[in-house]
T-cell receptor, first 111, second 116 residues
Framework: EDKVVQSPLSLVVHEGDTVTLNCSYE??????LLWYKQEKKAPTFLFML????IEKKSGRLSSILDKKELFSILNITATQTGDSAVYLC???????????FGPGTRLSVLP | GAVVSQHPSWVICKSGTSVKIECRSL??????MFWYRQFPKQSLMLMAT?????????EQGVEKDKFLINHASLTLSTLTVTSAHPEDSSFYIC????????????FGPGTRLLVL
């Protein structure tokens, strides 16, 4: 059975801290791994990862995939209160017909 | 952990027909479910919030007569795409909100719709 596990489930930090969010997966026919940030309504797309070892970066956020060990990490440096959200990891299967979402990591950044 | 299922996983239909997609929370009760549509570049758009026992709340720009939502029970919400057209072809994802303990949204696997 395909599944995605995220850790930690909840995290509280102070502004300026660096955080690492983890996502591990078991998917039969892996196609891509996606990270989303969910604040209020729809999750906002952050990254799509398909190849191992290639870091994707956007401002203070970066992510990398390890297809051998079946995990990905999302790093946020110099966190700000606006980074407070639920971060979702989702894995897409090779036929593009299924997503498996993780439970999310709830990040709270305190001033 | 909590599981949300969608049925069917994918569907191909002719233009003008209606398609019903089911979203079920398998091991928890969900008074609120959400329907999303995936757009290019992986973005997700919230279409509507489905509330058990009451009318759905639609986001601006989403036609309620086109996308009928019914939340008949605490474990089932349905989205019916009426008179589907090729531009309705997309990936539709639902999520269900668990109210036990820390409020969490659990996402379904999605339904891919192709309208010919």
């Amino acid at each position: 059975e395909d599944k995605v596990v995220q850790s930690p489930l909840s995290l509280v930090v102070h502004e300026g801290d660096t955080v690492t969010l983890n996502c591990s997966y078991e998917v039969t026919n892996f196609r891509s791994l996606l990270w989303y940030k969910q604040e209020k309504k729809a999750p906002t797309f952050l990254f799509m990862l398909t190849s191992s070892g290639i870091e994707k970066k956007s401002g203070r956020l970066s992510s990398i995939l390890d297809k051998k060990e079946l995990f990905s990490i999302l790093n946020i440096t110099a966190t700000q209160t606006g980074d407070s959200a639920v971060y979702l990891c989702a894995v897409e299967d090779n036929y593009g017909q299924n997503f498996v979402f993780g439970p999310g990591t709830r990040l709270s950044v305190l001033p | 952990g909590a599981v949300v299922s969608q049925h069917p996983s994918w569907v191909i239909c002719k233009s003008g027909t209606s398609v019903k997609i089911e979203c079920r929370s398998l091991d928890f009760q969900a008074t609120t479910m959400f329907w999303y549509r995936q757009f290019p570049k992986q973005s997700l758009m919230l279409m509507a919030t489905s509330n058990e026992g009451s009318k759905a709340t639609y986001e601006q720009g989403v036609e309620k007569d086109k996308f009928l939502i019914n939340h008949a029970s605490l474990t089932l919400s349905t989205l019916t795409v009426t008179s589907a057209h090729p531009e309705d072809s997309s990936f539709y994802i639902c999520s269900a909100r668990s109210t036990g303990g820390v409020e969490t949204q659990y996402f379904g696997p999605g339904t891919r719709l192709l309208v010919l």
